[in-house]
């Protein structure tokens, strides 16, 4: 079963997006998190049971710096929880993907 999980959101800076955030979505940043291994931070909000985390490039030639370059601030990803990620693979495999 899927699930979605969160709703990734390319953006040129936290500290212009989190309060901008903040007042769309009428809650409040619950988590922030530097996260090294992809050069980027992250902060979080909660929608209901739906969650979106905001990504703001730490490295210049970073994945989210050059897709900020090439396509602006905007959707990037959408994540989804699986049961067995191995089986998914398999499922998506067979569908062609």
Not at 15 to 40: A, M
Not at 62 to 87: Q, T
Request: charged share 30%.
């Amino acid at each position: 079963m899927l699930q979605l999980e969160h709703i990734g959101i390319a953006v040129k800076s936290l500290t212009v997006s989190i309060p901008l955030f903040e007042k769309i979505l009428d809650t409040q940043c619950y988590k922030t998190e530097l996260v090294e291994s992809e050069n980027v931070e992250t902060a979080f909000f909660r929608q209901g049971s739906t969650k979106i985390e905001l990504l703001e490039s730490t490295d210049p030639e970073g994945v989210i710096a050059r897709f900020l370059e090439k396509k602006g601030e905007g959707l990037h990803h959408i994540a989804f929880e699986v049961a067995d990620i191995e089986l998914e693979m398999e499922r998506l495999k067979k569908e062609g993907f």
